[in-house]
């Protein structure tokens, strides 16, 4: 089973800073086959990229991200005051493999 | 519009069983994969179960493998989570989610509001 800790826990920021998220699987991933999704309180979870690096259908620009092997990164050049949130990589391409990570939540300073 | 939405939740004891449904619309449902995925409170996202669009591949995690059941009925746009054996480590809000392709295990791209299962005595 691959495990895919996500780094910081908890990031603390301020609207207009960049934020950016780490996810280091503990193999490597296949085919780049990895994603991201933000959850806000009460709310289901929304895909923001996929492919490592696709961004998914609506999702503003100031959202990137890149990564291959076992390291991914998500970026968020400025924050709005509507990203503060959770957010969680995903790997996909089999069942064996269909796992979350913990999660990091971005925060307001 | 695409839309989940997530039935048959509830309180139930430990050791019984709870049959969750999830009716969709707004898309071909016979052409994608459909997954569960619960949310225990306060905590991050697991994966249960997932399901090709034809039935002809289902897998589960292992925490509810032998227990719980994948199915889906295409003329019906439904997908259904048959969960026996229920414990308490299972209370958690289960969401049905579209997987982006017809064979399951891409990303999910949309998500039901979830139904919560509380399993308690």
Same mark, same amino acid.
């Given at each position: 089973?691959?495990?895919? !800790?996500?780094? #910081? $826990?908890?990031?603390?920021?301020?609207?207009?800073?960049?934020?950016?998220?780490?996810?280091?699987?503990?193999?490597?991933?296949?085919?780049?086959?990895?994603?991201?999704?933000?959850?806000? #309180? $009460?709310?289901?979870?929304?895909?923001?990229?996929?492919?490592?690096?696709?961004?998914?259908? $609506?999702? !503003?620009?100031?959202?990137?991200?890149s990564g291959s092997g076992t390291d991914f990164?998500?970026?968020?050049?400025r924050l709005e005051p509507d990203d503060f949130?959770?957010?969680?990589?995903?790997?996909?391409?089999?069942?064996?493999?269909?796992?979350?990570? #913990?999660g990091t939540k971005v925060e307001i300073k | 519009?695409?839309?989940?939405?997530?039935?048959?939740?509830?309180?139930?004891?430990?050791?019984?069983?709870?049959?969750?449904?999830?009716?969709?619309?707004?898309?071909?449902?016979?052409? +994608?994969?459909?997954?569960?995925?619960?949310?225990?409170?306060?905590?991050?996202?697991?994966?249960?179960?997932?399901?090709?669009?034809?039935?002809?591949?289902?897998?589960?995690?292992?925490?509810?493998?032998?227990?719980?059941?994948?199915?889906?009925?295409?003329?019906?746009?439904?997908?259904?989570?048959?969960?026996?054996?229920?414990?308490?480590?299972?209370?958690?809000?289960? +969401?049905?989610?579209?997987?982006?392709?017809?064979?399951? +295990?891409?990303?999910?791209?949309?998500?039901?509001?979830?139904?919560?299962?509380?399993?308690?005595?």
């Amino acid at each position: 089973e691959i495990v895919l !800790p996500q780094s #910081p $826990g908890t990031l603390s920021l301020s609207p207009g800073e960049r934020a950016t998220l780490s996810c280091r699987a503990s193999q490597s991933v296949t085919s780049s086959y990895l994603a991201w999704y933000q959850q806000k #309180p $009460g709310q289901a979870p929304r895909l923001l990229v996929y492919g490592a690096s696709s961004r998914a259908t $609506g999702i !503003p620009d100031r959202f990137s991200a890149s990564g291959s092997g076992t390291d991914f990164t998500l970026t968020i050049s400025r924050l709005e005051p509507d990203d503060f949130a959770v957010y969680y990589c995903q790997q996909y391409g089999s069942s064996s493999l269909f796992s979350f990570g #913990p999660g990091t939540k971005v925060e307001i300073k | 519009e695409v839309q989940l939405v997530e039935s048959g939740g509830g309180l139930v004891q430990p050791g019984r069983s709870l049959r969750l449904s999830c009716a969709a619309s707004g898309f071909n449902f016979n052409d +994608y994969g459909m997954h569960w995925v619960r949310q225990a409170p306060g905590k991050g996202l697991e994966w249960v179960a997932g399901i090709s669009w034809n039935s002809g591949i289902k897998g589960y995690a292992v925490s509810v493998k032998g227990r719980f059941t994948i199915s889906r009925d295409n003329a019906k746009k439904s997908l259904s989570l048959q969960m026996n054996s229920l414990r308490p480590e299972d209370t958690a809000l289960y +969401y049905c989610a579209k997987d982006m392709e017809y064979a399951g +295990y891409a990303p999910l791209d949309y998500w039901g509001q979830g139904t919560l299962v509380t399993v308690s005595s």
